[in-house]
């Protein structure tokens, strides 16, 4: 019989740490439902999580949902990014996700960075939230934290193409959406934010950092009735963070607004109450769609 190696027990260790870091995974939660759906879906996998919740954003019963889930729960505030990464290095976190918003508002607003977010406000080179995010995902992975594609648990909640809702467009509202989507795209290639609401080919309503229902909202006191709401993800989205939303939440703010339609851009947009959110369209006769990736589609 051959030797046993004396290398391998040390050998097997390794291969035991590194699986055990693959098989963890850190959850940095805003607010929203968001959270708890990737931590719902992470655990579903095997994954142990560390939660990292944001105190000015998350929802307090994450806390609640993340102990009955066995994961590590710890609150930090919103400008504590040298906590959150001592956080998650202590917990042998070499991957995270980020989910659930945070009020653009309240990232250049309010916020007491510590040293790390400091070395951070420093050196961007434009104020908006792309910048900002980007540059602390630099920091993370210097740090040897990965943040990995914020959809990476939730693909079945990814919208699809063509039609959602058993009512489809009416030709104006698909002229709309045609008229908008040059629009919106514009919008968000400047980061400016992913919405807009138009009614007969004009622009009634653009989303900035008041949040995608406040801005459908608007759009229903200006133009009353008929609006239709066109929500892209950027250009070049990096779908990391910041990628388009839609819940029940928004379908409640059409209603409320006289809202008639509804344009997502499939396969980049979370439809985070699933099928509860296309059955609420149905049921106030919304239309939705997915429109076709660049790649699908024509100039339209």
Same mark, same amino acid.
């Given at each position: 019989?051959?030797?046993?190696?004396?290398?391998?027990?040390?050998?097997?260790?390794?291969?035991?740490?590194?699986?055990?870091?693959?098989?963890?995974?850190?959850?940095?939660?805003?607010?929203?439902?968001?959270?708890?759906?990737?931590? @719902?879906?992470?655990?579903?996998?095997?994954?142990?999580?560390?939660?990292?919740?944001?105190?000015?954003?998350?929802? *307090?019963?994450?806390?609640?949902?993340?102990?009955?889930?066995?994961?590590?729960?710890?609150?930090?505030?919103?400008?504590?990014?040298? =906590?959150?990464?001592?956080?998650? =290095?202590?917990?042998?976190?070499?991957?995270?996700?980020?989910?659930?918003?945070?009020?653009?508002?309240?990232?250049?607003?309010?916020?007491?960075?510590?040293?790390?977010?400091?070395?951070?406000?420093?050196?961007?080179?434009?104020?908006?939230?792309?910048?900002?995010?980007? *540059?602390?995902?630099?920091?993370?992975?210097?740090?040897?934290?990965?943040?990995?594609?914020?959809?990476?648990?939730?693909?079945?909640?990814?919208?699809?193409?063509?039609? &959602?809702?058993?009512?489809?467009?009416?030709?104006?509202?698909?002229?709309?959406?045609?008229?908008?989507?040059?629009?919106?795209?514009?919008?968000?290639?400047?980061?400016?934010?992913?919405?807009?609401?138009?009614?007969?080919?004009?622009?009634? /309503?653009?989303?900035?950092?008041?949040?995608?229902?406040?801005?459908?909202?608007?759009?229903?006191?200006?133009?009353?009735?008929?609006?239709?709401?066109?929500?892209? /993800?950027?250009?070049?989205?990096?779908?990391?963070?910041?990628?388009?939303?839609?819940?029940?939440?928004?379908?409640?703010?059409?209603?409320?607004?006289?809202?008639? /339609?509804?344009?997502?851009?499939?396969?980049?947009? &979370?439809? &985070?109450?699933?099928?509860?959110?296309?059955?609420?369209?149905?049921?106030?006769?919304?239309?939705?769609?997915?429109?076709?990736?660049?790649? @699908?589609?024509?100039?339209?």
């Amino acid at each position: 019989m051959g030797r046993i190696d004396p290398r391998l027990p040390h050998f097997c260790h390794l291969i035991d740490f590194f699986t055990s870091r693959m098989s963890r995974i850190g959850l940095i939660a805003g607010n929203g439902r968001f959270p708890f759906l990737v931590l @719902q879906g992470a655990r579903s996998l095997g994954y142990d999580v560390t939660v990292v919740a944001i105190k000015e954003e998350a929802f *307090a019963d994450l806390e609640e949902t993340a102990r009955g889930a066995r994961a590590d729960f710890h609150w930090v505030s919103l400008g504590q990014l040298g =906590k959150c990464i001592k956080i998650l =290095k202590g917990a042998g976190i070499s991957q995270a996700v980020m989910a659930g918003q945070v009020k653009h508002v309240k990232i250049f607003s309010g916020i007491v960075p510590d040293f790390t977010l400091l070395a951070v406000l420093k050196h961007l080179k434009a104020r908006n939230t792309d910048a900002l995010i980007s *540059a602390i995902a630099g920091v993370m992975r210097d740090e040897g934290i990965e943040l990995l594609d914020s959809t990476t648990f939730l693909r079945p909640l990814l919208a699809g193409t063509g039609v &959602l809702t058993e009512r489809l467009p009416s030709e104006q509202e698909h002229e709309d959406f045609v008229f908008g989507y040059r629009i919106a795209d514009a919008i968000a290639a400047l980061d400016i934010g992913q919405t807009i609401a138009v009614k007969h080919k004009a622009v009634v /309503a653009v989303e900035a950092m008041e949040g995608t229902d406040e801005a459908i909202g608007r759009a229903g006191h200006l133009a009353g009735p008929g609006v239709r709401i066109v929500k892209v /993800a950027k250009p070049n989205q990096d779908m990391r963070f910041d990628v388009p939303v839609i819940g029940i939440a928004t379908i409640q703010a059409m209603r409320i607004a006289g809202a008639s /339609a509804l344009s997502v851009d499939a396969e980049r947009t &979370l439809v &985070l109450d699933g099928e509860h959110v296309i059955k609420s369209a149905n049921e106030a006769g919304i239309a939705i769609v997915g429109r076709p990736g660049s790649d @699908q589609r024509g100039g339209g």
